[in-house]
T-cell receptor, first 116, second 111 residues
Framework: DGGITQSPKYLFRKEGQNVTLSCEQNLNHDAMYWYRQDPGQGLRLIYYSQIVNDFQKGDIAEGYSVSREKKESFPLTVTSAQKNPTAFYLC???????????????FGAGSRLTVL | KQEVTQIPAALSVPEGENLVLNCSFTDSAIYNLQWFRQDPGKGLTSLLLIQSSQREQTSGRLNASLDKSSGRSTLYIAASQPGDSATYLCAVMGANSKLTFGKGITLSVRP
């Protein structure tokens, strides 16, 4: 079955450590996204990538980094510079038919990061 | 900057009731609007997508409408069931392929 796989589902980190969240899709989608979800805040865009080897900052990119070396993969690194990293992180992908408006976003199950 | 608003933040209704969830957005230059469902601790599931040229979409007991000129969308749920209890989020896709989300409406359907 096609879909998006995020790992790990739960992750605990000590302050000062970098952690990398994995996102893999087998939907042959060009565009991939990372969102952060906090209670009462809704989803906020961290980074997005419309094509391999290219990505753009979203609304809250500070303290995060990404790479897009393969179409299927879009890992997110939460660095020690991120002041409040405890959150639920969601990865999504879509096809590139943006101008037709037909690009449904498909989400992974999420990764919950807790900083101790 | 696009802003998406969903009011109220929470809603509780008895089983069987028809209900309407509202979504408003500030910039009408959108490519599409999507409604998602999220169960606690889970990812988002796409329910309906309305392209900017469309007025509504239907799937089963769900019907979503879009009025771009007034910056509004509604999600109509017919004959609500306890299994419909979840958080419902709307999101709009802009020209830069960025999706802007509302904060969601948490629905509770009482048996």
């Amino acid at each position: 079955d096609g879909g998006i796989t995020q790992s790990p589902k739960y992750l605990f980190r000590k302050e000062g450590q970098n952690v990398t969240l994995s996102c893999e899709q087998n939907l042959n989608h060009d565009a991939m996204y990372w969102y952060r979800q906090d209670p009462g805040q809704g989803l906020r865009l961290i980074y997005y990538s419309q094509i391999v080897n290219d990505f753009q900052k979203g609304d809250i990119a500070e303290g995060y980094s990404v790479s897009r070396e393969k179409k299927e993969s879009f890992p997110l690194t939460v660095t020690s510079a991120q002041k409040n990293p405890t959150a639920f992180y969601l990865c999504a992908s879509s096809n590139r038919q943006v101008r037709s408006g037909a690009n449904v976003l498909t989400f992974g199950a999420g990764s919950r990061l807790t900083v101790l | 900057k696009q802003e998406v608003t969903q009011i109220p933040a929470a809603l509780s209704v008895p089983e069987g009731e028809n209900l309407v969830l509202n979504c408003s957005f500030t910039d009408s230059a959108i490519y599409n609007l999507q409604w998602f469902r999220q169960d606690p601790g889970k990812g988002l599931t796409s329910l309906l997508l309305i392209q900017s040229s469309q007025r509504e979409q239907t799937s089963g007991r769900l019907n979503a409408s879009l009025d771009k000129s007034s910056g509004r969308s509604t999600l109509y749920i017919a004959a609500s069931q306890p299994g419909d209890s979840a958080t419902y989020l709307c999101a709009v896709m802009g020209a830069n392929s960025k999706l802007t989300f509302g904060k969601g409406i948490t629905l509770s359907v009482r048996p």
